[in-house]
């Protein structure tokens, strides 16, 4: 599916939707300020909008900064795949949040309040090369070794609990990304045992989220400190965090072949800012 600019579309006021055509149609609804507030499906673009479930969320957001509807004509079998699609893209800030809820926060906010906070514990090891049908990856190390309540997947999990019920399209997943299997086989409820599954909880887990057309990953790795050591100031989303340097990329994707493989190394913020203020 080719890239295409929302902007460049056919558009009318949120005012003047009764103008709609009847075609099958992806829309978007923009505001002024060029963001994507809502992207959506119908197979009769001017009925869905007759009574449409956002219509007054978007309509007090048109109060401050105008709002319109532009939209895109396509085929009835492929608009789950294109609206799914446009979504992931542009991360438009009402998708998936409660319709009648009293304020949204834009995905930016919460991945930046995510950063900052754990800015000093994980590092950029790479991204996976973009193209037309893809969005980026970005891929992010944790040091899991640190198995205490003060540890990162400890504190990332902490994090995800205190933000659970936000209004936001942005989520947190998660899964499984791997066990360590002991050497032994330990005595169940053994110290030694108890020990094994602790070191499990915080190594086992692939944290995932999407944020304004790019998808951030973050996963567990054994050589935390050695990366550290070969990395350099970067910014995601306009928060500065360590990022393995283009020579240490080099030489670390032939070392760690499995943590690297299909990465290029990580040069520029891939994450634009929509709602913040520059």
Same mark, same amino acid.
Request: proline residues 5%.
């Given at each position: 599916m080719s890239v295409f600019d929302p902007f460049g579309l056919p558009s009318i006021r949120l005012s003047e939707i009764k103008k709609l055509p009847s075609c099958a149609a992806i829309y978007f609804a923009i505001d002024s300020e060029g963001r994507v507030l809502y992207v959506g499906q119908a197979t009769n673009l001017a009925a869905r909008w007759k009574n449409h479930h956002r219509e007054f969320q978007l309509g007090e957001m048109d109060k401050s900064c105008p709002v319109r509807i532009a939209w895109q004509t396509w085929n009835e079998e492929d608009l789950n795949e294109a609206e799914?699609?446009?979504?992931?893209?542009?991360? &438009?800030?009402?998708?998936?949040? %409660?319709?009648?809820? &009293?304020?949204?926060?834009?995905? %930016?906010?919460?991945?930046?309040d995510f950063l900052k906070i754990f800015s000093r514990r994980l590092i950029i090891i790479g991204i996976q090369a973009i193209s037309n049908r893809e969005l980026p990856h970005i891929h992010l190390k944790y040091d899991w070794t640190n198995c205490s309540p003060k540890g990162t997947a400890a504190k990332i999990k902490s994090f995800i609990q205190q933000n659970k019920g936000q209004n936001t399209s942005m989520k947190i997943k998660r899964k499984p990304y791997g066990r360590i299997e002991p050497a032994e086989v330990f005595r169940p409820g053994s110290k030694a045992h108890k020990v094994n599954a602790r070191e499990n909880r915080s190594y086992n887990n692939h944290w995932y989220m999407a944020c304004n057309g790019a998808i951030i990953h973050i996963t567990p790795t054994h050589h935390y400190q050695e990366f550290k050591e070969r990395t350099v100031a970067k910014e995601l989303a306009a928060i500065k965090l360590r990022a393995v340097t283009e020579v240490a990329f080099s030489e670390m994707s032939s070392r760690y072949s499995y943590e690297f493989s299909g990465l290029t190394c990580f040069q520029h913020d891939l994450i634009p800012l929509l709602w913040v203020a520059k």
């Amino acid at each position: 599916m080719s890239v295409f600019d929302p902007f460049g579309l056919p558009s009318i006021r949120l005012s003047e939707i009764k103008k709609l055509p009847s075609c099958a149609a992806i829309y978007f609804a923009i505001d002024s300020e060029g963001r994507v507030l809502y992207v959506g499906q119908a197979t009769n673009l001017a009925a869905r909008w007759k009574n449409h479930h956002r219509e007054f969320q978007l309509g007090e957001m048109d109060k401050s900064c105008p709002v319109r509807i532009a939209w895109q004509t396509w085929n009835e079998e492929d608009l789950n795949e294109a609206e799914k699609y446009f979504i992931q893209t542009f991360h &438009p800030l009402l998708n998936g949040t %409660e319709v009648k809820a &009293p304020s949204t926060i834009p995905s %930016e906010f919460i991945l930046r309040d995510f950063l900052k906070i754990f800015s000093r514990r994980l590092i950029i090891i790479g991204i996976q090369a973009i193209s037309n049908r893809e969005l980026p990856h970005i891929h992010l190390k944790y040091d899991w070794t640190n198995c205490s309540p003060k540890g990162t997947a400890a504190k990332i999990k902490s994090f995800i609990q205190q933000n659970k019920g936000q209004n936001t399209s942005m989520k947190i997943k998660r899964k499984p990304y791997g066990r360590i299997e002991p050497a032994e086989v330990f005595r169940p409820g053994s110290k030694a045992h108890k020990v094994n599954a602790r070191e499990n909880r915080s190594y086992n887990n692939h944290w995932y989220m999407a944020c304004n057309g790019a998808i951030i990953h973050i996963t567990p790795t054994h050589h935390y400190q050695e990366f550290k050591e070969r990395t350099v100031a970067k910014e995601l989303a306009a928060i500065k965090l360590r990022a393995v340097t283009e020579v240490a990329f080099s030489e670390m994707s032939s070392r760690y072949s499995y943590e690297f493989s299909g990465l290029t190394c990580f040069q520029h913020d891939l994450i634009p800012l929509l709602w913040v203020a520059k």
